[in-house]
């Protein structure tokens, strides 16, 4: 569903709560004959092709027309020279469409009603000896246009112009309201993942630090507290880390009994029966 077609059931819906059946009715019913098609140029498309298959002349001069004042006259002038070619080429399609399933009398009315315009055109001259020509698919005039290569090109040449007619046209507020309600839920989405995305980094992170820990309380002897675990690392002292060390261990040895307390290793002094740390 396009977005303004989603815009349109808002509305409906809009309308139903506030008890407008009436102009509901009224909505739908020109809804129905919306010659935009909600701005789909697929769906635009198709119908221009209807036009041409079911030899609605009328029908085609006049759905190109609307749109011709709609759009395609308010794009900018460099445009106008493809606006134009893609015009004629309908018009070829539709007599090539006549030709095919033996509608002489559709080519014929068509230049009737379109002799007056199209007979000062360069581009057109040579098709007016289009209804005399015996077999056109082989005459290397017109050859091309029998092919459904061409015919392929044009309704997808048609289908881009229209696209990028409607990008050019001023959208309602309502529609940019829709736009950015879609904007802020596409950020919400990611958002969302990029949250997921950093717990499971954490999360791995955490399992890291949880596994590699060579220095634990679960892994230092019996006996051995945690203030004495740096004795375990072997490395240079310098003379400052020295006095420092002997400053610890006269706190540590401090109240022992003589000079062999102070001189006493805090590691070798849990071991002494006269130590006061395991008094």
Not at 136 to 142: A, D, H
């Amino acid at each position: 569903m396009s977005s303004i077609q989603q815009m349109d059931e808002l509305v409906k819906e809009y309308l139903l709560y506030r008890g407008f059946t009436g102009t509901i009715r009224i909505l739908d019913s020109e809804l129905k004959l919306d010659k935009d098609k909600a701005f789909r140029p697929d769906k635009i498309v198709e119908q221009f092709v209807n036009y041409i298959t079911v030899f609605d002349l009328n029908g085609l001069k006049e759905y190109w027309s609307h749109f011709d004042h709609l759009i395609f006259e308010k794009l900018d002038h460099n445009f106008a020279s493809a606006v134009k070619k893609i015009e004629h080429s309908l018009l070829r399609m539709y007599l090539v469409n006549a030709i095919i399933n033996s509608k002489q009398d559709k080519v014929l009315e068509f230049f009737e009603k379109m002799g007056p315009e199209l007979q000062n055109q360069q581009e057109w001259k040579d098709w007016f000896a289009l209804p005399f020509v015996k077999n056109p698919e082989e005459n290397p005039i017109y050859m091309v246009y029998f092919t459904r290569q061409w015919q392929d090109t044009l309704l997808v040449s048609l289908h881009n112009l229209l696209a990028m007619s409607f990008q050019c046209l001023p959208q309602p507020r309502l529609t940019a309201y829709n736009e950015e309600a879609s904007r802020i839920s596409k950020l919400q989405a990611e958002n969302d993942h990029l949250k997921m995305a950093l717990s499971r980094v954490n999360g791995e992170e955490g399992q890291e630090t949880n596994t590699f820990n060579p220095i634990s309380v679960e892994n230092l002897p019996p006996g051995l507290d945690m203030v004495d675990e740096f004795y375990l690392i072997p490395g240079e002292t310098s003379p400052a880390d020295t006095q420092s060390r002997s400053f610890r261990s006269f706190i540590r040895g401090f109240g022992g009994s003589g000079a062999s307390a102070i001189n006493t290793s805090p590691l070798s002094g849990r071991r002494g029966s006269n130590s006061p740390m395991n008094r």
